[in-house]
């Protein structure tokens, strides 16, 4: 089964701090993607990378960027958190074969806190 | 706003009952997919429906797809306690890198009673 880790499940920072978030997947997928989860709103997609070095602005990537300097690794960066930067973060990844089946595969997510 | 909406946003039936959650969407898409959460967990994929298809079943799980009123129903026959999840529908927009960017719904919070 594919494994799709994300390096913390709960994490507090001080506003301005400089945050990161890992995921890591073991199944060598082109594409991988960011989502915060808030309540009510759903998932919603930051950033999502379709291969190495390469990455796309999703529905919401202000305040955030990301790295993908390895195909197994996805960065998401908080420059500057903000309390309003507190939420779930979700991770996923998918290898790419076409519109008609594909399947994203997430982590456990991280529960960020911005006090 | 959300590209995927469901409804209704809360759902609670007893043990052995029929669950229907529907999905609604406003761009045109590739396919639908169902995704499952447990507890504020990671998601697990259920099913995906082209779009091209009109219903699609897995053992109990039934999805409809009306591209022309842009919606999806989820159905759950027979629940189990262990139904009790949230679910999201998801569609696969097309994107003009020509890669496809997946957006997600709001959920439908699933409550089976023993």
């Known amino acids: 089964d594919v494994k799709v880790t994300q390096s913390s499940r709960y994490l507090v920072k001080r506003t301005g701090e400089k945050v990161f978030l890992e995921c890591v997947q073991d199944m060598d997928h082109e594409n991988m993607f960011w989502y915060r989860q808030d309540p009510g709103l759903g998932l919603r997609l930051i950033y999502f990378s379709y291969d190495v070095k390469m990455k796309e602005k999703g529905d919401i990537p202000e305040g955030y960027s990301v790295s993908r300097e390895k195909k197994e690794r996805f960065s998401l960066i908080l420059e500057s958190a903000s309390t309003n930067q507190t939420s779930m973060y979700l991770c996923?990844?998918?290898?790419?074969?076409?519109?008609?089946?594909?399947?994203?595969?997430f982590g456990s997510g991280t529960q960020l806190s911005v006090l | 706003s959300q590209q995927g909406e469901e409804d209704p946003q809360a759902l609670s039936i007893q043990e052995g009952e029929n669950a229907t959650m529907n999905c609604s969407y406003k761009?045109?898409?590739?396919?639908l997919q169902w995704y499952r959460q447990n507890s504020g967990r990671g998601l697990v994929h259920l099913i995906l429906i082209r779009s091209n298809e009109r219903e699609k079943h897995s053992g109990r799980l039934r999805v409809t797809l009306d591209t022309s009123k842009k919606s999806s129903s989820l159905l759950i026959t027979a629940s189990r306690a262990a139904d009790t999840a949230s679910y999201f529908c998801?569609?696969?927009?097309?994107?003009?890198?020509?890669?496809?960017?997946?957006?997600f719904g709001t959920g439908t919070k699933l409550q089976v009673i023993p």
């Open positions: 761009t045109s898409i590739n396919n």
């Open positions: 996923a990844s998918r290898t790419w074969t076409g519109a008609t089946n594909e399947k994203l595969f």
């Open positions: 998801a569609t696969g927009l097309p994107n003009s890198g020509g890669y496809q960017k997946v957006t």
